[in-house]
């Protein structure tokens, strides 16, 4: 048809197209660009900015956006709505166009409440589904796009593809059994795909495969039928019942890639007989069937060979273990036709009857070999099977932690997740030699021997399960997302880049060590031994480095270095993520070299405060992230690092935006349901916390917290941890009886899920103990306990160079100069100077914070002359750094000028005194009091300098109208001096001319 005119045009606007123009305008929207621009600018124009329902759609409860139709044209994100495809259970599917790619896509709605969730939940819950889906690239899976909110609800834009469900295309014509083979053949392909990737599906049945007009055969739905848990996130448990595997039925049943299997059975039984294996009518009859293993007999006349029935019943065991060994073994055997064989072998002469002895041969080897390969299961049955579960959880719940039974699943699951696709793995690389002949044994030698490393680890991880203690408990969630990915295995580049397997005894037994090395000193480290699995790994890198194996010995340095830093040795982990970084270059380990690059961003940049050198070390990491393929979940990383620095510097405009970006890329790579995006969060939080953003700060931070919750449970010590960056950031907004209620909060839940005598409490009790400074009824006698007791918690734990304790010393001085003890301030202020700058130099920028603090105390004792030049040094050290560290600048030219005024050289006081109002003017909200005290010293360094009286009553004006709005403790007094200030200082009379 030609383009649109004016009344198709209007028509197709308002809706009012026949159905069958409507079709045609369809198809050649299809085909004409500009009408799809033409289109799509008008409904952009038509359409609010925010995305959001339809203004005319049914508002009852009964009627929510997913239930009634979207009119066409309707914006759901950046999608246009084009017509309503069909709906389920679960949701609703139109199709849609994409004018930004221009291209056609499915939407499909989430239908939220039939789940169970509300509309957070089922954001997460969908996205969960986009992300497994769209790490499986492979041409028999639905392609995933994208996923957004709609108003309340949720969708996911995917591939559009015209098909028809598998029971759609069964009933369409009679179906061979050759061409149901063939068809999920193509299925289990794409499920299989699912399953190296460590993904399981979980509701595999005829509803979920689509038969393309092409013939190609997609999977989909990822996710969808997941049964939930209140208040927890959604499990892949449960399934559409008549394609569960017994293992799935009752309240602890979950899928896992040998359930699949099973559902993918019951839907090829189906397909081929025309019934469904079991019988039942109810889900109560169903399950004692499948749980019997009661398969009926397969019915007479359907035509379908003796041998394929015996490959479907055994993937319908009631035993997961006698099942194939895995999707792919069942497939290799689905391939076999040996009434094809048979056939043949009589058609041909008995001329070739030698041949077909050789082929016979060779098939009788290949199904040996077949067969060979077929022990990954075993292997991982031996390592991570029912009793060393049952061994595990048992340990997890002897700790007696609040937390430990929600750990104990989250650690379970991932576990299972990777050994099923391990095993799944291990038998395809092995087959690919073995049986179908399309990889060398040298490529096969190196999978292998990467895959026996990867088993090594979950090895080592198993044993330390089993043997849980408080620690390891506790970071059981992060230390079992850590393993080493399985993906690498199947890259041949960096395999290749390894270096050739190793032939002689001397170079496999070094292998061997430095392998044993790096399982065992992540083990400690998983078991927070920081510093003794340092200790255990460096002495076989160093032993690999010196043989020339540069390669290796970078992943055990980078090891090294992310331990010690761990440990609060960076002076160490400096030092030994530079070897890393050697190392990797000259052997040519771009993916540990863009790891070490990005570890030293943050141990040069925020650990040390080399911020030129941190920058520098940026560069490098960006141009190895580039050669390795711009991996966006490290990128991700090195931008949270560079923010963490940018933040150290007082940057915290340029640090939200990192943030920000590393924020994007981790909720589109790994999920909005993921603890490193819950990390994000914090540190974006408390950056607008610094900039004195108080909603924004507060959202995130409060996210960071519901994520934490729902991943870890609400008794996880790192939700305390999120509870404790909200109080930190009410008391940096001022809101003193908020940050004193969460610092409870925090410390009440450390002390029943660490126990009273670790640092996490002792942090939070420190906090507590500041908090209550502001509060007048409070004890200061028993606050000093408290905080000495803090001091002493982190000093028994992490030692005198714990790089908490100057800053702990510091409160403790600080209160002591409340109570009027300023000798005893003074030594815990010159303690901790000599501590720091004997661990990072006389030169390291929290110093200015300290000997600042100890001007203040000496000022105190009426020694301004002894204050002052450690206020000049202090804000010489301070104006190194590139930005405001730590917003103290105004605060610190401000008390510099009160110890010129005290030293009686008023003059002097105004230069810091003026760029103190200055910086101080620009400052986060919180800081309205501190410029009040400026703009008051300042006015009396003008007035008793002589310099400019009549300015000095102005500034303590505009301090006044200051006062006026403040709404700190304390407002009433400070007005009360300025007002005494004026009285005692009347106007300047002019002399008469």
Request: charged share 25%; net charge neutral; hydrophobic share 40%.
């Amino acid at each position: 048809m030609p383009c649109l005119d004016e009344a198709t045009f209007m028509g197709l606007m308002l809706g009012e197209l026949p159905p069958e123009r409507a079709s045609e305008v369809d198809r050649h929207l299809d085909t004409c660009p500009d009408c799809r621009r033409l289109v799509a600018d008008a409904v952009r124009a038509r359409t609010p900015p925010v995305p959001s329902p339809p203004s005319d759609l049914p508002s009852s409860p009964a009627a929510s956006p997913v239930e009634a139709v979207l009119p066409r044209g309707t914006a759901v994100g950046r999608y246009l709505v084009l017509e309503r495809l069909g709906a389920g259970g679960m949701g609703v599917v139109y199709s849609a166009y994409d004018p930004e790619l221009d291209r056609r896509v499915a939407l499909k709605l989430l239908r939220v409440v039939a789940l169970g969730l509300d509309a957070e939940e089922g954001r997460a819950h969908l996205l969960r589904e986009a992300q497994a889906m769209a790490r499986v690239s492979h041409p028999h899976v639905v392609s995933v796009y994208d996923v957004g909110t709609f108003g309340e609800q949720v969708f996911l834009a995917m591939e559009y593809v015209e098909a028809q469900t598998l029971r759609q295309w069964m009933r369409a014509a009679p179906r061979s059994w050759r061409e149901v083979r063939d068809v999920f053949l193509d299925a289990g392909r794409g499920l299989s795909a699912a399953h190296a990737a460590g993904l399981v599906h979980g509701d595999f049945k005829p509803e979920n495969l689509l038969v393309g007009r092409d013939g190609r055969v997609r999977v989909t739905d990822f996710g969808l039928a997941r049964r939930t848990t209140p208040g927890h996130t959604p499990e892949v448990v449960g399934g559409t019942p008549a394609y569960m595997a017994p293992e799935q039925f009752g309240r602890e049943g979950r899928a896992d890639a040998r359930s699949d299997q099973f559902a993918f059975c019951v839907a090829l039984y189906e397909a081929l007989h025309g019934e469904r294996p079991f019988a039942g009518d109810t889900e109560r009859e169903l399950a004692a069937e499948v749980r019997a293993g009661r398969v009926r007999p397969a019915p007479k006349g359907t035509g379908v060979p003796p041998w394929l029935h015996q490959l479907v019943a055994r993937g319908l065991e009631v035993d997961p273990t006698a099942r194939h060994p895995s999707l792919e073994a069942l497939l290799s055997e689905l391939t076999r036709d040996p009434a094809r064989r048979r056939r043949w072998w009589l058609q041909v002469g008995g001329g070739v009857a030698l041949l077909l002895l050789s082929v016979g041969l060779t098939h009788a080897l290949h199904t040996h070999a077949a067969r060979a390969c077929q022990n990954a299961g075993e292997k991982v049955a031996g390592i991570w099977g029912p009793q060393q579960k049952q061994e595990a959880e048992a340990a997890f719940l002897a700790t007696g932690r609040p937390f430990a039974q929600e750990a104990w699943k989250s650690a379970r699951r991932t576990l299972d997740a990777y050994t099923a696709a391990w095993a799944t793995l291990h038998t395809a690389a092995c087959e690919a030699t073995r049986v179908r002949g399309e990889q060398s044994p040298e490529v096969l030698g190196r999978r292998m021997r990467c895959l026996d490393e990867r088993l090594a680890e979950v090895a080592a991880l198993a044993r330390l399960f089993t043997q849980a203690d408080a620690s390891v408990v506790q970071h059981a969630h992060r230390t079992a997302e850590q393993l080493s990915s399985l993906a690498t295995c199947s890259n041949l580049a960096a395999l290749e880049a390894a270096g050739p397997v190793p032939r002689d005894d001397a170079a496999r037994q070094r292998a061997e060590a430095l392998r044993t090395a790096l399982v065992e000193g992540r083990t400690l480290g998983a078991s927070g031994r920081y510093k003794e699995g340092a200790a255990r790994v460096l002495p076989a890198a160093e032993a690999a480095r010196a043989a020339g194996d540069r390669y290796g010995s970078a992943e055990a340095l980078l090891l090294v270095a992310e331990l010690r830093d761990q440990a609060a040795d960076y002076r160490g982990a400096e030092k030994a993520v530079q070897d890393a970084v050697w190392a990797a270059e000259a052997g040519r380990n771009d993916a540990v070299a863009a790891r070490a690059w990005t570890l030293a961003v943050r141990i040069t940049g925020e650990r040390l405060e080399k911020y030129t050198l941190a920058n520098l070390w940026r560069e490098r990491a960006e141009a190895a992230l580039a050669r390795v393929g711009d991996d966006e979940v490290l990128r991700a990383r090195l931008l949270t690092n560079e923010g963490r620095v940018l933040a150290t510097q007082g940057r915290f405009a340029e640090a939200s935006e990192r943030h920000r970006e590393a924020l994007a890329l981790l909720e589109k790579t790994r999920g909005p349901e993921d603890l490193e995006v819950a990390d994000v969060l914090l540190e974006l939080g408390s950056a607008h916390v610094a900039m004195g953003h108080q909603e924004e700060a507060l959202t995130h931070l409060r996210r960071a917290r519901s994520l934490r919750e729902r991943i870890l449970g609400p008794n996880h010590p790192e939700v305390a941890m999120a509870i404790l960056a909200l109080g930190d950031a009410a008391w940096q907004l001022r809101d003193i009886p908020e940050a004193a209620r969460l610092a409870l909060q925090a410390r009440e839940m450390f002390e029943r899920a660490l126990g009273p005598e670790h640092p996490s409490f002792g942090y939070a009790l420190n906090f507590y103990a500041m908090t209550q400074l502001f509060d007048p009824k409070a004890d200061r006698r028993e606050i000093l306990s408290l905080m000495e007791r803090a001091r002493s918690i982190i000093r028994a734990v992490d030692g005198l160079e714990s790089t908490s304790v100057p800053y702990l010393n510091i409160n403790l001085a600080q209160v002591l100069m409340a109570q009027g003890r300023l000798q005893e301030a003074e030594q815990y202020f010159r303690e901790s100077i000599a501590q720091e700058e004997a661990r990072q130099g006389p030169d390291y920028p929290p110093l200015s914070l300290m000997l600042s603090g100890l001007a203040e105390v000496l000022l105190h004792q009426d020694r301004s002359p002894e204050a002052l030049p450690y206020f000049e040094r202090a804000l010489a050290i301070h104006q190194a750094q590139p930005g405001d560290y730590r917003n103290f600048r105004g605060e610190l030219l401000m008390n510099m000028g009160w110890a010129y005024l005290r030293a009686k050289r008023p003059r002097e006081a105004i230069p810091p005194l003026e760029r103190a109002v200055s910086a101080l003017e620009g400052a986060p909200e919180g800081y309205q009091r501190h410029r009040e005290i400026a703009l008051f010293r300042l006015a009396r360094a003008l007035w008793d300098s002589g310099e400019d009286r009549v300015r000095a009553r102005r500034l303590i004006t505009e301090a006044l109208d200051m006062v006026a709005t403040d709404t700190l403790p304390g407002a009433e007094k400070v007005r009360a001096n300025l007002e005494q200030w004026l009285a005692e200082h009347p106007p300047v009379v002019p002399p008469n001319r």
